[in-house]
């Protein structure tokens, strides 16, 4: 009898290990996929922010009426790319956030000081500091 107890306390040891050792992994890969995205996402609001600032420049006087179109055109599609991204963004972060407060990983979290991110705008620093 002591030796059943002594198995079974190891086996739950061993699946509750294991267990914590899957949730660590996942939750740090979905969060990994998020500071891609941020990434990805700071790259389109740099971008647009470059393009717009060509407008306020001299350089954009020397242009055609055509360029400054296309350069208005660009910074529109810049634009309705930035709002998709922001979506898909906030979408990985709601799946992040649901995946580490449903049970039982909720208590890992507790346990592995894993805490939500927010949703809305980010910068690289908000998303590695959690």
């Known amino acids: 009898m002591g030796h059943f107890l002594v198995g079974l306390l190891l086996v739950i040891i061993i699946v509750n290990a294991g267990w914590f050792l899957f949730f660590y992994n996942k939750a740090t890969n979905k969060k990994a996929n998020i500071e891609d995205n941020l990434r990805q996402l700071e790259a389109l609001i740099d971008l647009k922010s470059d ?20 350069i208005w055109q660009q910074a529109e599609e810049l634009e309705e790319k930035l709002v998709l991204m922001q979506q898909l963004f906030n979408e990985k972060v709601l799946s992040y956030n649901k995946y580490i407060n449903a049970f039982p990983n909720a208590i890992a979290s507790k346990i592995m ?11 690289l620093n908000t998303v590695r500091k959690q």
């Open 51 to 70: 393009l717009l600032n060509a407008k306020a420049q001299e350089d954009l006087i020397e242009v055609t009426q055509e360029s400054a179109f296309y």
């Open 113 to 123: 000081n894993i805490k939500e991110l927010p949703l809305g705008s980010y910068s």
